[in-house]
């Protein structure tokens, strides 16, 4: 018999988590499943054309040439007892209905806001706020951006200070994994699975 984390049948009963990337048109939700998944990510993106002018608003993000048109797709093992598996929404105003099926399951989400265009990721903070589902705020570093500190995001925003917030850069995997663990570790003190301390 094989012992330890090489057991087969212990790898079959680990955890599977599922976890939302949501957040405002172009403000990274695909680079940053991309970013931190262990597979090729699904990706469901579309070239922009011109049938979109006057749909999608591409205020701040003018080079942007594709959209996510259902969702992404990618997985992350954390330990041999939990995976993550990460499923990103697409941000146009007219895809929202999709957020409902998605959202079914999830133990939690990151709200990716991109300070140019703050107001982007209102949706999704009133998303998750209305269903009670844990979320955390990851303010996507673009390069060029001004910098804002996290306590004058989560005041523009009005978010709880019991939400979690923090910087990150979205195509960093380092950056990408720290939001996760910290979105995990607020999912586990929601759920009393975690000293509130920590």
């Known amino acids: 018999m094989v012992s330890g984390n090489s057991d087969p049948r212990r790898r079959l009963t680990a955890t599977a988590v599922k976890l939302l990337i949501a957040g405002g048109f172009g403000v990274g939700k695909t680079t940053m499943v991309g970013s931190v998944s262990e597979v090729p990510p699904l990706r469901t993106e579309e070239m922009l ?4 002018e006057g749909v999608d608003d591409l205020n701040g993000v003018e080079a942007k040439t594709t959209t996510t048109v259902a969702l992404d797709f990618g997985r992350i093992t954390i330990n041999p007892d939990l ?8 941000g146009q105003d007219r895809f929202w209905f999709m957020w409902d099926e998605l959202a079914t399951g999830a133990l939690g989400a990151v709200v990716l806001a991109d300070t140019r265009r703050l107001e982007s990721c209102f949706p999704a ?4 706020e209305r269903r009670g589902l844990p979320f955390v705020v990851g303010v996507n570093c673009f390069d060029g951006a001004y910098r804002y500190g996290t306590e004058e995001v989560r005041a523009a925003l009005d978010v709880s200070a019991s939400v979690p917030m923090l910087l990150c850069d979205a195509r960093d995997r380092e950056s990408t994994k720290q939001v996760l663990i910290t979105l995990v570790q607020h999912v586990m003190r929601n759920a009393n699975l975690l000293p509130t301390g920590r």
């Open 125 to 128: 903070v009133d998303f998750f």
């Open 49 to 52: 054309t011109s049938a979109s």
């Open 83 to 90: 995976i993550l598996y990460l499923f990103g929404t697409p």
